[in-house]
């Protein structure tokens, strides 16, 4: 049901934790399961040099995080903007569709991150 | 939204992994998220000696299965069958009602299990 590359980032998740001084936060809910993702971004000359994530949610929710910290680390602002929801899902080599809701969280809540620190710049 | 035990579990959960040589499987599926809970028993003399659990399911997934398998060790069988969905909750200090679909699943799979372990004698 799941790629290897999914079940790598589920197990061994990359960059859990919070950032204390972060210069972005944003926090996404999964309607369909209550479930909360935040992410947390730490901004230098508008290049994202760290992101963190934090989530109680499943396992898609924990890899398609894992996955997109490891992607915009070292992005600017607005490369970062452009990640996608299917850009996750296509790096980790595929989602099963009972769990685009989950994996959406992700790519969410980066988003909110950037626009919770554009908002305060 | 979570006890402190809940947090605990998920964040240190106890027995994760397989018993390839297990007495008893049960794998049950939440059909709101779509995700899976297995356990596996080791049985002697009627007493359960070793319970693990795997699953892609989310934080309240994970703390109540890690739950009930330190709740199960050392039980009789029909001590093991006797544990309700609300006495792992209950040992956890509350589940948030949201969370029900998902805790369900620890005491559903240790249930299957104990049944296939029961068939198979
Ligand atoms: S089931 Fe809640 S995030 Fe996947």
Redesign the interface.
Known sequence: M?SDKVMDH?QNPRNVGEIEDADGVGTVGNP????LMTIYIKVKDNVIEDVKFK???????IATSSMITEMAVGKTIEEALAITRNDVADELEGL?P??M??SNLAADALHAAIDNYKEKM
Chains 1, 2 share one sequence.
């Open positions: 799941y589920f369909t399961c209550g479930d989530t109680f949610g499943c396992g898609a929710a099963p009972v769990k809701h989950c």
